[in-house]
């Protein structure tokens, strides 16, 4: 599953990349992470928590900086598993600053992500729509973390993350959940596909 996601920040680029590459500062962004531990400067392990309509897993993640350009480009390898439903996650993320002026810096994310198990046989269209609520939430916290002054929650409302994750939940997990009852998970299914965001211009009333 690919998904890219471009913001602008009205913050230096220095002042963005320091706070991007530091585990402290951004690990409070990022939902669902409970704990980050530091093992070297391009190791770190972290346990995140994901809750995707009725499954819910808790990963334990190995991340790994394979590649930094100070101050405008870090690439990283990210593996990890939930032992409690058999599903596992593996990918490649990419970040991009540019700086657009002295008070404002494009952001922009890539990731390719390679999903097994239970978490795989949600099918696209949920995993979409958690992949775009995840993200809106996470610009939300880094805009205010960071301190952006008039921070607020447009990237939620943007993509209507309430309204979506609802419908899906409703149209598709219970299908989901009664092919489980019925068959047991899936530990040998794998998904993958491609996620776009949302245009600037769309909104979700």
Not at 131 to 156: K, S
Not at 183 to 199: C, D, H, Q
Request: proline fraction near 4%; charge should be neutral; aromatic fraction near 6%.
């Amino acid at each position: 599953m690919h998904f890219e996601k471009e913001f602008v920040l009205k913050k230096p680029l220095q002042e963005v990349w320091t706070f991007v590459v530091t585990p402290e500062t951004i690990a409070p962004c990022i939902p669902g992470v409970e704990s980050v531990e530091t093992i070297d400067a391009t190791h770190y392990r972290a346990k995140v928590k994901v809750a995707v309509s009725f499954v819910t897993a808790t990963f334990m993640l190995n991340v790994e900086i394979i590649e930094r350009r100070d101050p405008m480009f870090l690439k990283s390898r990210i593996k990890g598993k939930d032992s409690g439903i058999g599903s596992s996650i593996s990918a490649e993320t990419t970040l991009e600053l540019m700086s657009l002026s002295e008070l404002e810096t494009r952001v922009k994310y890539g990731a390719n992500f390679v999903f097994t198990g239970q978490v795989a046989s949600l099918g696209r269209s949920i995993m979409q729509a958690k992949t775009e609520e995840q993200t809106a939430l996470f610009v939300n916290n880094l805009r205010r973390n960071i301190g952006e002054e008039g921070a607020h929650d447009d990237e939620v409302k943007k993509v209507g993350v309430g309204r979506m994750a609802r419908m899906l939940a409703h149209d598709v997990g219970t299908a989901v959940k009664d092919r489980f009852a019925g068959a047991g998970s899936a530990p040998g299914k794998t998904f993958a596909g491609t996620v776009s965001a949302p245009s600037k211009n769309e909104e979700t009333p």
